[in-house]
């Protein structure tokens, strides 16, 4: 079944002090229909950017390396005209933020935020637009829809405001949803009903889902597949599966390390040291040697590629490089 | 009404010299609108040899130099004064918050041409250029002097509208709207002009205070408002030769021009607060 999207070689240039620098270097992964991929990693590896690039919304001034290939079904993305890429966003593709607070436009309804939505893709009657507002509101589990619709953004809790955002990226009927850390701004027992609901539209819809996130254990029991990005990188992609029985990248490893687990004792919390560096210098060689520690010499000059490690896994590290005959 | 706009609005009325500055402006709208319809012409019955009469009966705040009543030029003076305020801030705000916003939302060299345009025209005093524009006609006609006021009032709205559209563009709920498919024009009018309406109400507040007093001045200097047409500033510039033989005549469209400005920014101070109330 060929993938719903496929990403290859996907590299943002922002322009900086000495020459461009590439905050999303070479990132490559696919989604199959109905399938959840997580994308995993800290906060500067370029999860985000790849997402809204996905969508054609690099903020300026950066801009998609032509090498870069973004298929959806098929289609190349960064070929089409503005026009054409704009009935593809929301139509084909929905996003939702981090912080549902400022992702709602704060001085309508949401009920005509969503009318709105809703008639930008399926014009129609007020009052079928009405209904269909009312009926995605419903879907996202939100109490008493059409008593909501009066409401404004501010008037609503946290997760009432991400589940009508879901809804409005609902509208448009997309085949993939890209969601962007959707629980981090939310209390914990509100993130669990969140993610409980992208799991139930996802077998409702047949909509591949894509989880950003930094938190490993939100992916535990839910991810299909998850690729793990360090420094604008994929670093590891393997099946859910596979990653968290036998991490292989060392970076993937010391996520591991620092989320507490519930099902092995843990004497204490080890935190990766250091910070992901910034896209105006990332160090030479393996990104991650710096903070590294399994790091070897040839690490800081040697840049590994991402190679089959096991079934249905794959890492970019020296130390799982077959030794090189000869020699 | 709901919203976070009529909660701004509920706000500057909850204050009390908001609520004084709009009783006061609510009160001269209405004499503008009615009392031209109940007065007689000021010009109906010159008596031009008995000259400029002291208050009475029959004149309650006197006639002028042409013996025309002070009382109801003044009224009618207000329907030129603020109809002409209205009209220039009207367009005034229409023009300053399209291209503001067009060049926020645009960025790149368009935004920087435009910036450096209002920066140059912000730089060169209004009263001057209305000078010169007002050159172009012998005696201006009323509805081009509206225009030609409104169209060089514009520059500090644009700046402002722009500045909002660049802190607006940058928050995730327009981002969203890109994500959902909105076209820019969509952006622009639902999501970035409609968030920037508390600060343009503001300025055409404020602006229609500036336009009275920019009309007044440029009517005392005879390039406003031509006579016989009734204007406050040209009130004052027919009453200056006998100003203080016959004060009633000044007097009278000076107070007018006071209250009015003073109501005007009394709202426009209480709409600020109640946008922002760090302000206060």
Not at chain 2, 220 to 243: C, E, H, K, N, Y
Request: net charge positive; aromatic share 4%; hydrophobic share 45%.
């Amino acid at each position: 079944m060929t993938p719903l999207l496929e990403v290859t070689g996907l590299r943002i240039a922002f322009p900086g002090q000495h020459g461009p620098m590439y905050p999303v270097d070479g990132v490559t992964f696919s989604v199959r229909r109905g399938e959840l991929l997580a994308l995993v990693g800290e906060s500067g590896s370029g999860k985000s950017l790849s997402c809204l690039a996905i969508l054609g919304l690099v903020p300026t001034p950066g801009r998609i390396d032509p090498t870069s290939r973004i298929l959806l079904g098929g289609t190349s993305l960064p070929d089409l005209n503005r026009e054409a890429m704009r009935r593809v966003r929301g139509r084909r593709i929905g996003m939702i933020f981090q912080d549902p607070t400022t992702s709602l436009n704060p001085v309508f309804t949401i009920g005509r935020q969503l009318e709105e939505a809703v008639a930008n893709h399926f014009p129609g009657p007020r009052a079928a637009i009405r209904a269909r507002a009312v009926e995605l509101l419903g879907e996202v589990g939100v109490p008493e829809p059409a008593g909501r619709l009066a409401s404004y953004p501010h008037e609503l809790s946290g997760g009432l405001r991400q589940r009508v955002m879901i809804a409005l990226a609902l509208s448009g009927e997309p085949d993939l949803l890209l969601a962007d850390e959707p629980t981090s701004s939310l209390d914990v027992t509100v993130q669990a009903q969140i993610l409980a609901l992208l799991d139930r539209l996802r077998a409702s819809r047949g909509m591949a889902v894509v989880l950003v996130t930094h938190d490993l254990g939100l992916v535990a029991g839910r991810a299909d597949h998850v690729a793990v990005m360090y420094a604008g990188q994929v670093v590891e992609r393997a099946t859910a599966v596979r990653l968290f029985a036998a991490p292989a990248h060392p970076y993937t490893r010391g996520l591991f390390r620092s989320v507490p687990r519930l099902d092995a004792p843990v004497d204490r919390l080890a935190p990766i040291p250091g910070v992901v560096p910034t896209a105006a210098r990332w160090p030479a060689g393996c990104r991650f040697h710096p903070r590294c520690p399994e790091a070897l010499t040839q690490c800081q000059s040697e840049s590994p590629a991402l190679r089959h490690v096991g079934p249905d896994q794959s890492a970019a590290c020296l130390l799982l490089d077959p030794p090189q005959a000869g020699g | 009404m709901r919203g976070p706009l009529a909660e701004v609005l509920r706000g500057a009325w909850r204050s009390p010299s908001g609520r004084w500055g709009l009783v006061t402006l609510l009160v001269i709208a209405a004499l503008a609108l009615a009392g031209p319809l109940v007065l007689n012409d000021p010009a109906a019955m010159p008596d031009v040899m008995a000259g400029a009469e002291s208050p009475s009966l029959a004149h309650p705040l006197g006639t002028d130099a042409l013996s025309r009543d002070v009382l109801s030029r003044t009224i009618h003076g207000a329907r030129v004064s603020l109809g002409i305020a209205m009209l220039a801030v009207c367009l005034a705000m229409l023009l300053g918050t399209t291209i503001g916003a067009a060049s926020g939302y645009r960025g790149g060299w368009i935004d920087t041409v435009i910036m450096r345009t209002v920066d140059a025209g912000l730089a060169i005093p209004r009263l001057l250029v209305l000078l010169l524009l007002v050159l172009v006609w012998e005696r201006i006609p009323t509805m081009a002097l509206a225009v030609v006021i409104g169209s060089t009032g514009w520059l500090g709205t644009c700046r402002m509208v722009r500045g909002e559209v660049l802190r607006l563009r940058q928050m995730e709920f327009v981002r969203a709207a890109q994500a959902l498919g909105a076209s820019s024009g969509r952006i622009i009018l639902r999501h970035l002009i409609p968030n920037a309406a508390g600060p343009v109400a503001v300025s055409a507040t404020l602006g229609v205070a500036d336009v009275i007093l920019l009309e007044a001045g440029l009517s005392f200097l005879g390039m406003g408002v031509q006579p016989p047409t009734p204007s406050w500033g040209g009130m004052i510039l027919d009453a200056r030769p006998v100003l203080l033989s016959a004060p009633w005549t000044s007097l009278a469209p000076g107070l007018a021009i006071l209250v009015t400005v003073l109501a005007v920014n009394l709202v426009g101070d209480a709409l600020q607060r109640a946008l922002d109330p760090r302000s206060a």
